[in-house]
């Protein structure tokens, strides 16, 4: 059965101070992993896929990373409208659905 | 690109009544939609799939009689919650895949339904 597992469960920073966060998986025939950004009361928002060990995408602030049994978003120099929960899901090789983790939450104080 | 609209953004109902929530993909054609429904504080739960023209495949548990969920077109799904009772209360969400460029799910901003 695929399983998504993410730590921090919350994650507080000052502005200006970088981290990661993690993303841990077990999946049959990887298809893909994704990273989204969720506001309270919003739905997610894309940021990324990987497919493959060793992929990194970036995007402002973001980068993610993927390795066999993990995937890492870190941040860099936060700033508060980085606010947000950030969830991480994978495509496993058989259906065509998600199976989400259960996200962290990401506070970024000025 | 890939953007997914909702309508309503929120709805009040009384209980026994039915609720009906669409889901556009605005520009590209979806070739799968999926449902969601997330609880406070707590991450994405599956509801069911819908390819366009098929009948949708409901997750265990998931009652298909009380969800009910068309997907009529490329562009549109919709999901019918009948005879709502306050339990259904909650935040739904549904999302797109645009047909044959990967697997990537595009959001809508989700539904809040409060039974009353």
């Known amino acids: 059965e695929d399983q998504v597992t993410q730590s921090p469960e919350a994650l507080r920073l000052q502005e200006g101070e970088s981290s990661s966060l993690n993303c841990s998986y077990t999946?049959?025939?990887?298809?893909?992993l994704f990273w989204y950004r969720q506001d309270p009361g919003k739905g997610p928002e894309f940021l990324f896929t990987?497919?493959?060990a060793g992929e990194e995408k970036e995007k402002e602030r973001l980068k993610a990373t993927l390795t066999k049994k993990e995937s890492f978003l870190h941040i860099t120099a936060p700033k508060p409208e980085d606010s947000a929960t950030y969830l991480c899901a994978v495509h496993g090789g058989y259906g065509q659905n998600f199976v989400f983790g259960p996200g962290t939450r990401l506070s970024v104080l000025p | 690109g890939a953007v997914v609209s909702q309508h309503p953004s929120w709805v009040i109902c009384k209980s026994g009544t039915s609720v009906k929530i669409e889901c556009r993909s605005l520009?590209?054609?979806?070739?799968?939609m999926f449902w969601y429904r997330q609880f406070p504080k707590q991450s994405l739960m599956l509801m069911a799939t819908s390819n366009e023209g098929s009948k949708a495949t409901y997750e265990q548990g998931v009652e298909k009689d009380k969800f009910l969920i068309n997907h009529a077109s490329l562009t549109l799904s919709t999901l019918t919650v009948t005879s709502a009772h306050p339990e259904d209360s909650s935040f739904y969400i549904c999302?797109?895949?645009?047909?044959?460029?990967?697997?990537?799910?595009?959001f809508g901003p989700g539904t809040r339904l409060t039974v009353t």
């Open positions: 999946v049959s025939g990887l298809r893909g």
């Open positions: 990987l497919y493959s």
């Open positions: 999302s797109a895949r645009h047909g044959g460029q990967g697997y990537e799910q595009y």
């Open positions: 520009d590209f054609q979806a070739t799968t």
